[in-house]
């Protein structure tokens, strides 16, 4: 590279991470940054169980979020090169970088030990996957039973999306809720009932097998089912993996304190496909949005020939909505354990619809003012990996 020569830096994916990412990075003169992701808009994925229910389009034109230094480039990536720093694309394209932001965010499945989920089950972790959901639900009749698999906060989201609408809706889990404090899962257990939602939870619930019109249970029971939505399970793009990166077992790219690949220090990761010694954060755009700067923040650093500086983020809570009426807000410790406090009713649910606007407006402002994005800070990180050394930490 010449000295009169822009610093190359691509981030691949163009989610939360990605785009704080670039918007970030393009603040600096001499940085050329190019954000290569498959699709031409931005995804909202916290409002993907609305786009199932049909009543949000859960995506944003890039050309109002990116500032005016990122160039988008439509394609996939399909290998990274890291020897020679070079990304090749789907259409056959090759691309030279100084660095790489790796942000390939997560994906959702099904389980292939589970009979027939793979062929009869809805996922709703992506935008092709909750089109796909939204198609199916507009070919049966509203009275047709709904089963929505898993009550994490997507399982709660879209059983009672679908229930506002007036559908007949069954959810099947464990716990209604399990990463919430026992009152705000009260509140959303009580939300769910006044929206018409039946609820089979227990420890011992397990859904062993999924047919075309109903599921079955681990006691034998077999509940009917036109249309079975399974929010359980997660995972994250092979590209990693497949460009002889070292990863976790979920497939993350594995990196240090910093958010720098372990093998090689021209490849920084953010979002839900890092793994930071081994030991990512809880995957959510609560998470994502911070490590996209943070990771930005290690390119320029090293751009500068400084060093760059550990992560260091805090979780403020968690929120869920619950229909349109009803959310619930967890207040969190900074480690993300549940504080006793949360917001429930009429006004959690106008809290977290607060959360999802200013998720897009925090994008823009970076775009505009690069430094701009704040975030929590705390000092639990070095006793999460102490945890996590001693074989005690709980994800």
Known sequence: MSATQDTRVIVIGGGYAGVLAANRLQGTPGVAVTLVNPRPEFVERIRLHQLAAGNHGATAAYDTLLGGGVRLLVDGAERIDADIRQVQLASGEVLDYDYLVYAVGSTGG??????????????????????????????????????????????????????????NVTLVTDVVGASVGAGARRSIVKALTKLGVSIIDGPEVLVTGVEPDAITLADGNRLPSAVTVWTTGFGVPGLAAAS?????????LLTDETLTSVDNEHIVAAGDAASPSGVPLRMSC???GPLGVQAANTVLARIAGAEPKVINQAFAGQCVSV???????????SDDSPRRVFIGGRTGA?????????????????????GSYFWFK?????????????????R
């Not at 909750?130 to 009275?143: E, H, K, N, T």
């Not at 619930?328 to 410790?333: A, E, I, N, S, Y």
């Not at 000092?379 to 709980?394: I, P, Y």
């Open 110 to 167: 099904v389980p292939a030990s589970v009979p027939g989920a793979a062929e009869f089950a809805y996922p709703l972790s992506e935008l092709e996957q909750a089109q796909r959901l939204r198609a199916r639900l507009q070919d049966v009749p509203m009275s047709a039973p709904v089963v929505v698999v898993g009550g994490g906060l997507t399982g709660i989201e879209a059983a009672s999306e679908f229930a506002e609408a007036g559908r």
């Open 244 to 252: 002889g990166l070292r990863t976790d077992v979920l497939g993350r």
């Open 286 to 288: 609560q998470s994502a």
């Open 323 to 333: 229909g349109r009426s009803y959310g619930t807000v967890q207040l969190c410790h």
């Open 350 to 370: 106008f809290f977290k619809e607060q959360v999802c606007r200013a998720t897009l407006t925090f994008l823009r402002k970076e775009g505009v003012k690069p």
């Open 378 to 394: 705390g000092d639990n990180r070095a006793r999460q990996l102490a945890e996590a050394q001693q074989g005690t930490l709980v």
